[in-house]
């Protein structure tokens, strides 16, 4: 059992220095299984979704070096397997992001369907779809999904939505593919423009990244190379939320400002200061947040990764606030424990409607998943007295450090991992 002992009620000061993200880190991890020989990351963020992923490579015979927490090898030449075992599958939904990887290596691959956080129906139709108009074979029995393809041959595919796993998948593949692969109304996400640069690095021709068309050349075989994972943008915008939470004042730094564009305007309309600077951004608030309305929409909107950190912060807002979840249909999961401190929210659908409350009160709840478990610690740092938030597990899958760096700004708070009764703040 792990737990997180906040005494809340506290400003927020300091800086703050933000690690790799999450969601770049493990699909640059991925794509080493298409490399020639082993690739070095940098800035890795220490998190549980990394060592599943390092797992997940070993179980197909990578061999996986870690020199330090934030620098890890990963060499694609041992790998013998193609079947993917379940139990690590299961773990994250980024385990979907070896399937292209695997059959544009191999030829083939099994895997049973991905899990990840419980935040709504997380099919991988366009991932599929879109490696078949490429001209793999597809079967699934038992839960199994087997995939062939003799070699994998560029064309046009145009997604259904802008799936950020989606277009990471087939502008991976397509890499080595025979001929021209163009992704239309593909994902413009920072990470995917990652995932360009990663490619590049290693001799891939992709063009477009960060743009709703990308147009990928497939070329024989891959390289390596030695790559810095990017800033994760949702720890930093968590950071930026637990700032204005607080009425506090923090800077997050080794940060990239335009990719918290859509944060920083929302707190800005609350009433904060945001102030962006070449690798930082400063967010200074005095007062409760004003009401405001925030949906989440695909890059460069509001991500859906930030919805529930910026509800928690909107319950103490002076006034009524909506929240739409434009991304993922079951993404208000955090309602009831932010009830438990005395939240005022009703769903409707896709809608939560918040009416501030003046403050909040600590309480003991349970994190559902991982973007609502921020949303609780948000919660807990703002409200008055203690906050016990079980289900840590969750929140350790992408926050690195996250309660070292929230003690460094002042915050009162302890990560346990036994008896309650053990637990002692930092400061
Ligand atoms: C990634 C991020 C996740 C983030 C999300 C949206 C990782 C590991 N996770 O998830 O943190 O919340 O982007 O920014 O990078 N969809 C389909 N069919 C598919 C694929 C997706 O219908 O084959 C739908 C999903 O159900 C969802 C929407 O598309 O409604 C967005 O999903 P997608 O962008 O693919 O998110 P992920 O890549 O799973």
Redesign the pocket.
């Known amino acids: 059992m792990e737990w997180l002992r906040i005494e809340g009620g506290r400003e927020l000061r300091g800086r703050v220095s933000v690690p790799g993200a999450k ?1 770049s880190c ?1 699909k640059l991890m991925a794509l080493c299984i298409m490399a020639s020989s082993e690739c070095t990351i940098t800035n890795v963020p220490s998190i549980t979704d990394v060592d599943t992923m390092c797992d997940l490579l070993r179980a197909v015979g990578a061999g996986i070096v870690r020199q330090r927490a934030s620098v890890l090898s990963v060499d694609p030449r041992p790998i013998a397997c193609t079947r993917l075992p379940e139990q690590l599958v299961r773990c994250m ?2 385990s979907v992001q070896v399937l292209g990887p695997l059959l544009a290596r191999f030829g083939e691959v099994q895997m049973p369907y991905p899990g990840g956080c419980p935040i ?8 599929l779809k879109g490696l078949a108009a490429m001209g793999a074979q597809f079967s699934e029995e038992h839960g199994l999904i087997s995939g062939r393809a003799n070699r994998l041959v560029g064309t046009e595919i145009h997604l259904d ?1 802008p ?4 277009t990471e998948n087939l502008m991976a593949a397509a890499c080595l593919a025979t001929g021209t692969t163009v992704i239309r109304n593909a ?1 413009r ?1 920072p ?1 995917i423009v990652d995932q360009q640069n990663f490619l590049t690095r290693l001799g891939g021709q992709i063009r477009g990244a960060g743009t709703d068309t990308i147009r990928i050349t497939g070329v024989p075989e891959l390289g390596s190379t030695t790559y810095p994972v990017m800033p994760d943008r949702i720890q930093a915008g968590t950071y930026m939320i637990a700032a204005a939470a607080t009425r506090g004042d923090i800077t997050v730094t080794d940060v990239v400002p335009e990719h918290l564009e859509a944060v920083g305007s929302k707190l800005a309309e609350s009433g904060a200061a945001v102030i962006a600077s070449e690798d930082s951004v400063r967010v200074v608030m005095g007062d409760r947040p004003a009401p405001i309305s925030v949906k989440s929409m ?1 890059y460069p909107g509001f ?3 930030l919805q529930a950190p910026m509800a928690a912060l909107l319950t103490v807002g002076r006034g009524t606030s909506v929240v739409t979840e434009n ?2 249909n079951n993404r208000f999961r955090y309602v009831d424990e932010l009830s438990r401190m005395g939240a005022q929210i009703s769903v409707d659908g896709r809608t939560a409607i918040i009416r501030g409350v003046s403050e909040l009160t600590g309480a003991r709840v349970a994190a559902p998943d991982l973007r609502a478990g921020a949303a609780l610690v948000v919660a807990g740092l703002a409200a008055r007295g203690e906050t016990i938030i079980d289900g840590v597990e969750h929140i350790t899958r992408g926050y690195d450090g996250l309660s070292e760096r929230l003690a460094s700004c002042g915050a009162h708070i302890s990560h346990t991992v036994d008896a309650p009764e053990a637990a002692s703040f930092d400061s």
């Open positions: 969601n493990l939904r980024a709504g129906s997380r099919p991988i139709d366009l991932h939505f799936s950020v796993g989606a994902a996400e990470e695909p991500p859906t990764d991304i993922f």
